[in-house]
């Protein structure tokens, strides 16, 4: 029995593990999106969005989850007419990072309620095991 719990309480951890992960682009995300390149008709940052996997422990035989890979966005820039900018193309446009503030809020949100569901399942998970361990004895 405790077995199981023990389980469940791995499956947790690892979705807390990549929602962690999700959190760390998005804060990237944030962070950079005003940031624009200083090289004429350079490009700024671009987004970046985390994928996740499903894969099988080998050890437990659980359905567990890791990050796949980090992707950048290929969204297209929007455009800013700022001629005097030192990043500006030969008509004078900057190119603005495809990073929108809102979705990323979003975005976080939706990763911080999963983290936080992912910590309650490992809690309640601990708190079982404890007391299956208790009436053991």
Do not use: C, W
Request: a negative charge; glycine letters at 6%; hydrophobic letters at 40%.
């Amino acid at each position: 029995m405790a077995g199981n719990l023990n389980i469940s309480a791995d499956v947790a951890a690892s979705g807390m593990r990549v929602q962690a992960e999700r959190l760390k682009i998005i804060a990237q995300n944030m962070a950079n999106a005003d940031s624009v390149s200083t090289e004429p008709g350079g490009e700024p940052y671009r987004r970046q969005v985390v994928s996740f996997q499903n894969y099988v422990d080998a050890e437990s035989g659980a359905q567990m989850v890791r990050v796949d890979k980090v992707v950048k966005d290929n969204a297209p820039f929007e455009k800013q007419y700022a001629p005097n900018h030192p990043g500006a193309d030969a008509q004078g446009y900057i190119a603005l990072p495809n990073v929108n503030p809102l979705i990323e809020m979003m975005d976080m949100k939706e990763a911080q309620r999963a983290y936080d569901a992912n910590l309650n399942m490992l809690k309640t998970a601990r708190e079982m095991n404890s007391s299956v361990l208790d009436i053991l004895k």
